[in-house]
């Protein structure tokens, strides 16, 4: 299957070669100057200069580690519900993605780059009909294009060094699209919040150059009488020696009727430092982040209790379950054979972001085990401890109230 293919343009003539697979783009490849566009605020805003953003960088790190910390497992449906396999899909997504990474490392990758331009890309690496790698491609150095006289989707992939781009057929590519109407590609947060972003950029560049050097003085000198040019160097030496932070707390001695004035932050920039905190809720909103997750709070709002709770909550059923639903999906088109697509899947653990406190933990396995819906040894791997073995693997009940008739007569 990873034969070379030849693409064509709209009069039928060649428009790529097909590189061979030792040319294959490596883990090492990706260049991150994406362009986007210029908007209002004049920056140009790319991939490389929104990761400066420390509330994007935030947004895409948070999400991507949270998703790809879940662990995957393949299942098979049978008449009595479902039974995990053990075979080479599973070891594939969640054991050995390919010879370099580890599950966590490529599937973080991989959610990184859906999160950042909408597309994800993993070249599939076959061995018969059955796969045997997932090698990642940025998704700067790949696009989906369709054939001109068959509609046939493929993808162009510009290796280093490569004049060309190559094509690699859909068979042979996973791609975990981001949101979007239903294309051949996943729509860019970076891409359609260029606005909002440049908005950002621009007010922390405005910051910066505020509490860098001589744009916000703290105080001033104020005396009645003109100073000689050959005073003005020995009065800026004493000013000098009074800043600074290891120079706290120092007396000052002035003469001549000299005052020293403290000025405050006037309210333009108190402004935009409000206008700051705003880019980042705004940030949030385009990457689908609650601003809770990247440590920035609502004024007013505190960082704990129930109602914080309700925000994760909320995340991980609005912006995490459809992702993960999204790939899994993926999974089962583009690497389970057609035939076994009706009852073999793939599937995240979303249980294991649930993390509860130990009393609340303690009050869900009580109900768990004493109403039968899971066994001593199942809520026992819940704590990973060791099983029991024996009755501990039976789903128990316990019984309060039960019919007079039930009961055993039983001589004492």
Known sequence: MNKPLAIMDQFGRPMAAAL?????????GGDLGYHVANNASGKAVTLSSALTISAVWACI???AQAMASLPIDVFQKTPAGRKKINGDLDDLISLSP?????PME???????WMLATGNGYAEIDWIGDRPAALLPIPSTHCRPVRQVNTNELIYLVTDPGARRPRPVKQADMLHLRGWGFGGDEGMSPIRWGTQSLGAAMAADEASSGMFGSGMQASGVLKTNSSISEKQRPQLQQLVADYSGSSRAGKIMVLEAGMEFSQLSLNPDDAQMLETRRFSIEEVCRWFGVPPMVIGHSAEGQTMWGTGVEQI?????????NPVLNKLEQRIRKSLIRR???RTIYAEFNREAMLQMDSKAKAEFLRQMTSNGIMSRDEARDKLNMQRRGGAADDLMIQTAMAPIDSLKDERI
């Open 61 to 63: 790190a948070r999400a």
């Open 339 to 341: 035939r076994d697509q």
């Open 20 to 28: 061979t697979k030792a040319d294959r783009l490596t883990m090492q």
């Open 106 to 112: 490529f599937w973080e990758g991989m959610f990184s």
């Open 312 to 320: 994760f909550l909320s995340w991980m059923q609005l912006g995490i």
């Open 98 to 102: 390919n010879a370099d990474q580890t």
